[in-house]
């Protein structure tokens, strides 16, 4: 894989046409870069170490004879931080909202990551994806209504024997574009116009106001 220059970043770039941005989001250790690898590499190597930085995985494809380019994001440690920096959410066009089926915490977290998500892209598609089921494939006639409540598409898969996984990322690729087709740009032109604000006036002014200790005299 490339290392990748600064233009990677370069984020005016999903302005074009052909190319979308898709983010992965959930609990540190759920499977999203193993879900990532599995779809983009078709193979899967267990392995314990987590990712510790940005990483774009890049997939070139074909929708109705048109190049399409992909950029999956995908980060980590998110756990530990709880939230994501906002240049990850700018501009993404479809968002793969991960849990692991084994670990009911990482389910009880999904309703944090999704209004985080919402606050950033309020409009754009998001898969729910139930990861492990390989581990026991009971769990799958174990009803998870989050997905049902907000009215999103839900998926059970697994990284480890490859379950539903090109299914979800195809249909991730299929929502993004046709996002991307149909939004007014309108959403678009007001999310970078509240950019340009400094993002820190927002919590200020919902903060109290601090006493202040200016003028006082030191008593002494
Ligand atoms: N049994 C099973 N284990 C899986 C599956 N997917 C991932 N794992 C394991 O779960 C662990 C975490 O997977 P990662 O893909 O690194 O998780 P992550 O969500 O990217 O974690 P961070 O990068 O820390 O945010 C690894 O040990 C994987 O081998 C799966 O479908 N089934
Ligand atoms: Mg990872």
Request: charged share 25%; hydrophobic share 30%.
């Given at each position: 894989m490339d290392a990748g220059g600064i233009s990677d970043l370069d984020l005016e770039k999903?302005?074009?046409?052909?190319?979308?941005?898709?983010?992965?989001?959930?609990?540190?250790?759920?499977?999203?870069?193993?879900?990532?690898?599995r779809f983009l590499m078709?193979?899967?190597?267990?392995?314990?170490?987590?990712?510790?930085?940005?990483?774009?995985?890049?997939?070139?494809?074909?929708?109705?004879?048109?190049?399409?380019l992909v950029d999956f994001w995908d980060t980590a440690g998110q756990e530990r931080f709880r939230s994501m920096h906002p240049s990850y959410y700018h501009k993404a066009h479809a968002c793969?909202?991960?849990f692991d089926v084994q670990r009911k915490i990482t389910?009880?977290?999904?309703?944090?990551?999704?209004?985080?998500l919402r606050e950033y892209r309020p409009e754009i598609p998001c898969l729910v994806v139930a990861n492990k089921i390989d581990a026991d494939i009971k769990v799958t006639q174990k009803s998870f209504n989050f997905a049902k409540k907000q009215g999103l598409p839900f998926y059970f898969v697994s990284a480890a024997d490859g379950t539903n996984v090109v299914k979800v990322f195809k249909d991730a690729i299929q929502m993004a574009l046709s996002y991307k087709k149909n939004s007014s740009d309108?959403?678009?032109?007001?999310?970078?116009?509240?950019?340009?604000f400094d993002l820190e006036s927002k919590e200020e002014s919902s903060d109290k106001e601090e006493e202040t200790q200016e003028g006082k005299p030191d008593s002494a």
């Open positions: 999903y302005d074009s046409d052909e190319q979308v941005k898709i983010i992965c989001l959930g609990d540190s250790a759920v499977g999203k870069s193993k879900l990532m690898e078709d193979g899967y190597r267990p392995q314990q170490l987590s990712t510790y930085a940005l990483t774009l995985y890049k997939y070139t494809t074909t929708i109705n004879g048109q190049t399409v793969v909202m991960v389910y009880k977290n999904l309703p944090n990551w999704y209004k985080e309108f959403m678009d032109e007001v999310m970078r116009e509240l950019e340009n």
